[in-house]
Structure formats: C-alpha cells, structure tokens
C-alpha cells in the first residue's frame, strides 16, 4: 500500500527556519562585533553574510548581550548623530571561542547524521 504523502506547509517550513536561524544569531553577532560596528552596520553585515535579522530582534539581542558581560558599548557621534558602537569584551571573546568549538562539533556531527562526512570524534562542550 503506497503512503499518502501530505504537501508541506510554507508556514510550518517557515517557522522551523526561523527556529533553526534564530540558534545562530548569538554566535554570528558575537563573531561580526570583534571589530567595533554601530547596530546599523552590524545589521548590514550580518545580512551580506546571508544571516539576515530584523532591528526589533538585533537591538534587543544586543542589548542582552551586553547585559549578560559579552559586549560593551559607548555612544559617539557620526556625522553629526549620536550612534551606539559594540564590540566583544573579554568575556565576550572567551564565550566566543568556546561557542565557535562546540557549533563546529555541531556541524560536524550533522554532516555525519546527513550523511555528508565521514564520522569524525567531536564532543560538544558541556561547560557553563
């Protein structure tokens, strides 16, 4: 007996994309702001990387951020408005490094599930 199989729904496809995009978000805007950028440009750059994100999502992410010790930021002026420019802290470095380990264990680990890669022995860091 042959298997109906229902279509996809663009709206549940969508929002497992948005799921799987959202766990990248942190890292990929930890890794732009090693160098200074101000949310506008953070935003740009971020989206010519394909990691497109809205500003009411970016600003509050940042915002978090910096809360949490992984950014600090001032206010500056440029041309002639005031602009609030980030970057890592220390803490933002170290959590940096230790997030790109475990997504590349992570990338690799789904390679093997897809199919993709050989198996290669990785670990995710479990470390808090």
């Given at each position: 007996?042959?298997?109906?199989?229902?279509?996809?729904?663009?709206?549940?496809?969508?929002?497992?994309?948005?799921?799987?995009?959202?766990?990248?978000?942190?890292?990929g805007?930890?890794?732009?702001?090693?160098?200074?950028?101000?949310?506008?440009?953070?935003?740009?750059?971020?989206?010519?990387?394909?990691?497109?994100?809205?500003?009411?999502?970016?600003?509050?992410?940042l915002?978090?951020?910096?809360?949490?010790?992984?950014?600090?930021?001032?206010?500056?002026?440029?041309?002639?408005?005031?602009?609030?420019?980030y970057?890592?802290?220390?803490?933002?470095?170290?959590?940096l490094?230790?997030?790109?380990?475990?997504?590349?264990?992570?990338?690799?680990?789904?390679?093997?599930?897809?199919?993709?890669?050989?198996?290669a022995?990785?670990?995710?860091?479990?470390?808090?």
């Amino acid at each position: 007996m042959r298997r109906t199989v229902e279509p996809i729904s663009p709206e549940l496809l969508e929002n497992l994309r948005l799921e799987l995009r959202r766990g990248c978000l942190v890292l990929g805007a930890l890794a732009a702001l090693r160098t200074e950028e101000c949310g506008y440009t953070l935003r740009k750059s971020l989206a010519d990387r394909a990691l497109e994100i809205d500003e009411g999502t970016l600003y509050p992410l940042l915002r978090r951020l910096e809360s949490q010790g992984l950014l600090v930021s001032e206010w500056r002026e440029h041309e002639k408005r005031n602009k609030r420019y980030y970057r890592l802290s220390d803490q933002g470095r170290d959590i940096l490094e230790q997030l790109a380990a475990d997504w590349r264990a992570l990338d690799d680990s789904l390679a093997e599930i897809l199919g993709e890669r050989d198996a290669a022995p990785r670990s995710v860091s479990k470390r808090r």
